[in-house]
């Protein structure tokens, strides 16, 4: 093709961001807990503010757009809900993670999907049980010590 028929001062289409693949299970409510919440805001709000063209912000606002807030439970409190903060024992080791929602997961800080296997196992039991995860590496048995929110 000749170079007679391109415009040499034209700029390439920009793209529509490609949507993010969830791990949410289909039809599944986008769940996140009440901190979870407010620092996704307070990162948006801050990122707005610096006036970046960021995919981070399309992120966010997509995220926010659909999360429910489920506040803890003001009953039942030794059962595992949504929210927890739970103490195991597994191997002889104690472990402690918070069940949160799949944009707020911190594995560092101990903060598990309520759609990962560990806390599947650990949904609904309470102090005293002991449950059976299914891992990629293997079952793990898990004796839950104590249940906060």
């Known amino acids: 093709m000749s170079r007679a028929f391109i415009k040499e001062d034209s700029q390439p289409?920009?793209?529509p961001p490609k949507p993010l693949r969830?791990?949410?299970?289909?039809?599944?409510?986008?769940?996140?807990?009440?901190?979870?919440?407010?620092?996704m805001k307070a990162e948006l709000e801050a990122l707005?503010?610096?006036?970046?063209?960021?995919?981070?912000?399309?992120?966010?606002?997509?995220?926010?757009?659909?999360?429910v807030v489920l506040d803890p439970p003001t009953e039942d409190?030794?059962?595992?809900?949504?929210?927890?903060?739970?103490s195991v024992r597994s191997n002889g080791e104690?472990?402690?993670?918070?069940?949160?929602?799949?944009?707020?997961?911190?594995?560092?800080?101990?903060?598990?999907?309520?759609v990962s296997p560990i806390a599947m196992a650990l949904l609904?039991?309470?102090?005293?049980?002991?449950?059976?995860?299914?891992?990629?590496?293997?079952e793990r048995e898990l004796e839950i010590l104590d249940v906060s929110y």
Request: proline share 6%.
């Open 124 to 138: 609904s039991a309470e102090v005293g049980d002991t449950v059976r995860a299914k891992l990629p590496s293997g």
């Open 22 to 39: 969830s791990v949410l299970p289909e039809g599944s409510p986008n769940y996140v807990t009440p901190d979870g919440a407010k620092r």
């Open 94 to 114: 104690t472990v402690r993670y918070r069940i949160v929602g799949v944009d707020e997961t911190d594995v560092a800080r101990g903060h598990i999907s309520w």
């Open 48 to 67: 707005i503010a610096q006036r970046r063209p960021d995919e981070r912000i399309r992120e966010l606002t997509r995220i926010l757009e659909s999360v």
């Open 77 to 86: 409190l030794d059962i595992v809900r949504f929210g927890a903060t739970v």
């Open 13 to 15: 289409e920009e793209q």
